[in-house]
């Protein structure tokens, strides 16, 4: 099963600040997906990203898929909130056979107002 | 779209009791999974059906882990004498046919504390 790291594991910011949260992983993904994870709720899609290098914008939110397929970001410019959330990391990797998705231990936002 | 259903949201049941939960995938998919999740943990995968048949299942699950869907929709997961270490989120996800990108749709989760 491959793994994927995500960092930090906690974060607390004030309201307006920026953050980046990172998934990290030495293998290789077919494409990887961000959720997002509100407390007594199942994950919620944010985004998908497939290409190497590609970058993908939603709102405030932008997502960027490292060159390699190995590691992706996840960068908020003033945070609100209503980003408090756990942010979890995904990833298929469709040359393994396998069809599981695969899930880091996510990176635990609050946003203090 | 109605949205994926689990039942029940919440359970609690005494150590070796045995406990089954049910989900409801969004009616036109296809693919159902079953994750758990442990408190400030990511979802941990379970097993993956394709209409009917199971098609995947976690080395690490238990023989006391159990999943069915009968008839291609919804599927139960049944866990026999439960134990403490049992306790946690049991989500329930679906997607239509497609490639590997496409995107799974989670229930709410059914959260099961064993004491």
């Known amino acids: 099963t491959q793994l994927l790291e995500q960092s930090p594991q906690f974060l607390s910011i004030q309201e307006g600040e920026n953050l980046t949260v990172y998934c990290n992983s030495s293998?290789?993904?077919?494409?990887l997906q961000w959720y997002r994870q509100e407390p007594g709720e199942g994950p919620v899609l944010l985004v998908t990203?497939?290409?190497?290098?590609e970058v993908k914008k939603l709102k405030r939110l932008t997502f960027q898929f490292g060159d390699a397929r190995k590691d992706s970001s996840l960068h908020i410019t003033a945070a609100q909130p209503g980003d408090t959330g756990l942010y979890l990391c995904a990833g298929f990797d469709s040359g393994a056979g396998s069809y599981q998705l695969t899930f880091g231990k996510g990176t635990k936002l609050s946003v203090i107002p | 779209d109605t949205g994926v259903s689990q039942d029940p949201r919440h359970k609690i049941t005494k150590r070796g009791q045995n406990v089954t939960f049910r989900c409801d995938p969004i009616s036109e998919h296809n693919r159902l999974y079953w994750y758990r999740q442990t408190l400030g943990q990511g979802p941990e995968f379970l097993t993956y059906f394709q209409n009917e048949a199971q098609l995947e299942k976690s080395r690490l699950l238990s023989d006391r882990f159990s999943a069915e869907r009968p008839k291609g929709s919804f599927s139960t997961l049944e866990i026999q004498r439960t134990e403490q270490g049992d306790s946690a989120m049991y989500l329930c996800?679906?997607?239509?046919?497609?490639?590997?990108?496409?995107?799974?749709?989670f229930g709410s989760g059914t959260q099961l504390s064993v004491l």
């Open positions: 990203v497939v290409t190497g290098g």
């Open positions: 996800a679906s997607r239509a046919t497609g490639g590997l990108n496409e995107k799974l749709f």
């Open positions: 293998s290789v993904f077919s494409s």
